[in-house]
């Protein structure tokens, strides 16, 4: 059994068993990968794929348990690689991170600007996408490190660190009857406007629904997205009431109003998640350093022996969190 052959099989699987694109992935030939899936059959003395003549169609349930625990030992591999590069090239190496698009645009420039002056030898990869899109690309080793918005009951396999508090501003053109009350947002009115916000599943949705569920109220959501840029530009064009994520609000939106709506809606909270069992090269602790001042390296080892991330929020409780 060779490690190019667990390869394979995984990459097959990843690219929904079409060998053409896992030979295209892999820079090898289509052949080439089915003669090696073929050989690890024979020598294990079972079916890893289901076929339909030549065709994969799918996992035996076999061939299911020696996928999963070949990803575990490609992920081992890569740590053992990590181990020695840390010894090697400590300043050199990749960080890859998936986050969403509001983190990446609004959080991570300014921290990936100092963390680039610190290592300038270190290439960094942001990947965008939904909470289930960054979960699977955490615990399929395709990221290093997932920043999380939304939906942290997804990373129960993963270590999940408390960053910071956000929450939300309601967003209007400067003539909007709304940009001209002097009394304080109720969720009453907001429920009479047609709504611009995140798609479900995105950057603390969850939470707006839970406040107008909780006052009975069924919001008229006219339009969603998963970037801020986007519900702006929507506002602009008159669609309607935008709800997003203060920090998005920046000095370049002058043309619209911002209303702060953080009493109205539960406080959400970014963390960063890595896999168990990860090597964490020391740049990587420098940029969650970065990213939130109170997770230093000898808190996040410590964090990392613990046994589930109610044991780490317990860990972090009496550390009063930054808001944005």
Not at 25 to 54: A, C, D, H, M, W
Not at 117 to 138: F, K, M, R
Not at 229 to 246: E, F, N
Not at 275 to 281: D, H, Q, T, V
Request: overall charge neutral; some cysteine; charged content about 20%.
């Amino acid at each position: 059994m060779k490690l190019q052959q667990l390869r394979y099989i995984v990459e097959i699987v990843n690219q929904n068993f079409n060998i053409t694109e896992a030979a295209e992935v892999l820079y090898t030939s289509q052949p080439g990968i089915s003669k090696q899936v073929r050989l690890l059959e024979s020598e294990l003395g079972i079916n890893i794929f289901e076929r339909n003549g030549k065709h994969i169609k799918g996992l035996t349930p076999s061939g299911e348990q020696i996928v999963s625990i070949a990803r575990e030992l490609l992920l081992k591999t890569q740590g053992i690689k990590a181990v020695a590069d840390e010894q090697t090239h400590p300043n050199k190496g990749t960080l890859r991170i998936a986050t969403t698009n509001t983190q990446a645009r609004y959080v991570l420039p300014s921290i990936i600007e100092k963390f680039k002056t610190q290592y300038p030898e270190v290439n960094l990869h942001l990947h965008q996408g939904s909470p289930n899109q960054i979960y699977d690309a955490l615990m399929l080793g395709e990221v290093d490190i997932a920043i999380v918005t939304e939906a942290q009951y997804l990373f129960e396999n993963a270590v999940l660190l408390p960053c910071y508090l956000w929450n939300r501003s309601v967003i209007v053109k400067p003539n909007h009857p709304l940009a001209k009350q002097t009394q304080k947002l109720t969720v009453e009115q907001l429920g009479k406007y047609n709504l611009i916000t995140y798609t479900f599943g995105f950057t603390g949705r969850s939470d707006l629904d839970h406040a107008f569920n909780k006052v009975g109220i069924l919001p008229n959501i006219v339009f969603t997205a998963t970037d801020a840029d986007v519900i702006k530009t929507y506002v602009r064009l008159g669609l309607g009431v935008g709800i997003m994520a203060s920090m998005a609000y920046t000095q370049y939106d002058k043309d619209l109003v911002a209303i702060d709506a953080s009493h109205l809606f539960q406080s959400s909270m970014t963390q960063i998640a890595f896999r168990r069992g990860m090597f964490l090269r020391n740049y990587m602790y420098d940029f969650i350093n970065y990213f939130s001042p109170h997770l230093t390296k000898m808190r996040v080892e410590e964090a990392e022996q613990l046994r589930d991330n109610n044991a780490i929020l317990r860990l972090f409780e009496k550390i009063t969190l930054e808001e944005k």
